[in-house]
T-cell receptor
Framework: EAGVAQSPRYKIIEKRQSVAFWCNPISGHATLYWYQQILGQGPKLLIQFQNNGVVDDSQLPKDRFSAERLKGVDSTLKIQPAKLEDSAVYLC??????????????FGPGTRLTVL | QKEVEQDPGPLSVPEGAIVSLNCTYSNSAFQYFMWYRQYSRKGPELLMYTYSSGNKEDGRFTAQVDKSSKYISLFIRDSQPSDSATYLCAMSVGYGGATNKLIFGTGTLLAVQP
């Protein structure tokens, strides 16, 4: 079974520029998550999708971050404009079930963003 | 106060040692408790999960949850250099919809010296 794919793996941009990250979840997984992991901290949930609907985006800085999941499969996360404090690893995760039993979240390798 | 507190380490032990990793939490609604392992420049991978209180063992790993003390532990027996990684505790209230949201600790960096 192929894992969660993310691209690019690394990105360096200047502050105030825009950037987009792409995630392809494990086939058939209905739930998709974007996390932000700042160096030395644990991952923090930014947004959760169930199929192509948003379940939780309470911690997404909506003035600069946006995310979409078209057709309930791939997802993109965009930052516009980027700030220095956005430097972090952006992790995508997916999960098969929507409810009814515990299902593991599978994480991708992440995209390491550096904002200069 | 953070919902989940974890000593960031680093923790350095000799090969073969027993390792104890711990987290405390403040939200009594948490029911699912996970331990993830994260190697450098990789995504977290689930090691173990426990529902509610009690112990769970899987090979060299044992997870313990004490809900009365709001305290969870991960023990690694006969530690190996390949165990060197960051260990993240994570918790959720439920498993469905938004309740599946994971709250992570900061992670403990473990180095097992050969």
């Amino acid at each position: 079974e192929a894992g969660v794919a993310q691209s690019p793996r690394y990105k360096i941009i200047e502050k105030r520029q825009s950037v987009a990250f792409w995630c392809n979840p494990i086939s058939g997984h209905a739930t998709l998550y974007w996390y932000q992991q700042i160096l030395g901290q644990g991952p923090k949930l930014l947004i959760q999708f169930q199929n192509n609907g948003v379940v939780d985006d309470s911690q997404l800085p909506k003035d600069r971050f946006s995310a979409e999941r078209l057709k309930g499969v791939d997802s993109t996360l965009k930052i516009q404009p980027a700030k220095l404090e956005d430097s972090a690893v952006y992790l995508c995760a997916s999960r098969s079930g929507t409810s009814g039993s515990y299902n593991e979240q599978f994480f991708g390798p992440g995209t390491r963003l550096t904002v200069l | 106060q953070k919902e989940v507190e974890q000593d960031p380490g680093p923790l350095s032990v000799p090969e073969g040692a027993i390792v104890s990793l711990n987290c405390t939490y403040s939200n009594s609604a948490f029911q699912y408790f996970m331990w993830y392992r994260q190697y450098s420049r990789k995504g977290p991978e689930l090691l173990m999960y426990t529902y509610s209180s009690g112990n769970k063992e899987d090979g060299r790993f044992t997870a313990q949850v004490d809900k009365s003390s709001k305290y969870i532990s991960l023990f690694i027996r006969d530690s190996q250099p390949s165990d060197s990684a960051t260990y993240l505790c994570a918790m959720s209230v439920g498993y469905g919809g938004a309740t599946n949201k994971l709250i992570f600790g900061t992670g403990t960096l473990l180095a097992v010296q050969p």
